[in-house]
């Protein structure tokens, strides 16, 4: 069975390794600061259509801005657009619109036609500039282990459509068994999602290592009883707080294998 080795230390023998996608391969930090701010933008423009006041819009850009995590120029590892679905984050954004007043249908509404024309900003966005940058020696790492025998596979908050760019577009489709996305369900971070992961690799929990920046993962990595639980920290300015891990790595280069 391979072993994997971090810092030099063995950390175990284990045949799969279950990896997050956005923020522990890529650096996804500028274009979240777009979109929330975007999000923000987009949801303000509806409410001042509306007869609501300076002072409440405000309010409501505010908790935005702290539910979302922005800070100044940064994306809080920890916030809901770091680590949430867009789905999470859909419902998050309606839930503080409800607080000035609205109802509930009212405020999905502004919020789900805030996130679509986001979305279509975004689309053209990515296609032109193509911002999303792979952290430091990920691919390497990821082509290295598969060819000395790793299972691989994805776990991600990602849909289908920027979870299957990204394999093709880094020549990764061979490379992974298995991936889930925000569209498979029961999604992360529910430990039956792990559970579903590994039937389709064909692997037990105690055969795998994880590794991700969010403490979420994390402690879904521990309930489904993954053998190795690692903590990535690299793919901030910011570095996240994590507690729920076993080892922590700062840079790919870091990992090593047999």
Same mark, same amino acid.
Not at 31 to 45: F, N, P, Q, V, Y
Not at 191 to 203: Q, R, S, T
Not at 215 to 232: C, R, T
């Given at each position: 069975?391979? /072993?994997?080795?971090?810092?030099?230390?063995?950390?175990?023998?284990?045949?799969?390794?279950?990896? &997050?996608?956005?923020?522990?391969?890529?650096?996804?930090?500028?274009?979240?600061? #777009?979109?929330?701010?975007?999000?923000?933008?987009?949801?303000?423009?509806?409410?001042?259509? =509306?007869?609501?006041?300076?002072?409440?819009?405000?309010?409501?850009?505010?908790?935005?801005?702290?539910?979302?995590?922005?800070?100044?120029?940064?994306?809080?590892?920890?916030?809901?657009?770091?680590?949430?679905?867009?789905?999470?984050?859909?419902?998050?954004?309606?839930?503080?619109?409800?607080?000035?007043?609205?109802?509930?249908?009212?405020?999905?509404?502004?919020?789900?036609?805030?996130?679509?024309?986001? &979305?279509?900003?975004? /689309?053209?966005?990515?296609?032109?500039?193509?911002?999303? +940058? !792979?952290?430091?020696?990920?691919?390497?790492?990821?082509?290295?282990?598969?060819?000395?025998?790793?299972?691989?596979?994805?776990?991600?908050? #990602?849909?289908?459509?920027?979870?299957?760019?990204?394999?093709?577009?880094?020549?990764?489709?061979?490379?992974? &068994?298995?991936?889930?996305? =925000?569209?498979?369900?029961?999604?992360?971070?529910?430990?039956?999602?792990?559970?579903?992961?590994?039937?389709?690799? !064909? +692997? /037990?929990? =105690?055969?795998?290592?994880?590794? =991700? &920046?969010?403490?979420?993962?994390?402690?879904?990595?521990? /309930?489904?009883?993954?053998?190795?639980?690692?903590?990535?920290?690299?793919?901030?300015?910011?570095?996240?707080?994590?507690?729920?891990?076993?080892?922590?790595?700062?840079?790919?280069?870091?990992?090593?294998?047999?």
């Amino acid at each position: 069975m391979p /072993q994997l080795y971090l810092r030099g230390e063995l950390l175990g023998e284990i045949s799969c390794i279950i990896f &997050d996608k956005d923020g522990t391969l890529i650096n996804k930090e500028k274009e979240l600061i #777009d979109i929330a701010k975007l999000r923000i933008e987009k949801t303000i423009e509806i409410l001042n259509f =509306s007869s609501f006041s300076q002072s409440n819009i405000l309010d409501t850009k505010n908790n935005l801005e702290k539910i979302y995590g922005i800070k100044e120029k940064f994306i809080a590892p920890e916030g809901a657009i770091a680590i949430a679905s867009r789905e999470e984050n859909l419902i998050s954004t309606a839930t503080i619109l409800t607080l000035t007043g609205l109802t509930w249908s009212e405020a999905f509404k502004i919020s789900n036609n805030a996130f679509n024309l986001v &979305d279509l900003i975004m /689309q053209d966005k990515n296609y032109k500039e193509k911002n999303k +940058v !792979n952290l430091p020696s990920s691919i390497s790492i990821i082509k290295g282990l598969k060819k000395r025998g790793f299972i691989l596979g994805i776990i991600t908050n #990602d849909n289908k459509a920027g979870l299957n760019n990204y394999l093709i577009n880094h020549d990764l489709k061979n490379c992974f &068994d298995h991936c889930l996305s =925000s569209q498979d369900h029961p999604t992360k971070p529910n430990p039956k999602a792990i559970e579903k992961l590994c039937k389709h690799l !064909n +692997v /037990q929990s =105690s055969q795998c290592a994880l590794i =991700s &920046d969010s403490d979420n993962d994390l402690l879904m990595a521990k /309930q489904s009883k993954i053998k190795i639980v690692l903590g990535y920290t690299g793919g901030w300015t910011i570095r996240p707080s994590l507690y729920e891990h076993d080892h922590l790595i700062h840079h790919w280069d870091e990992i090593t294998y047999q």
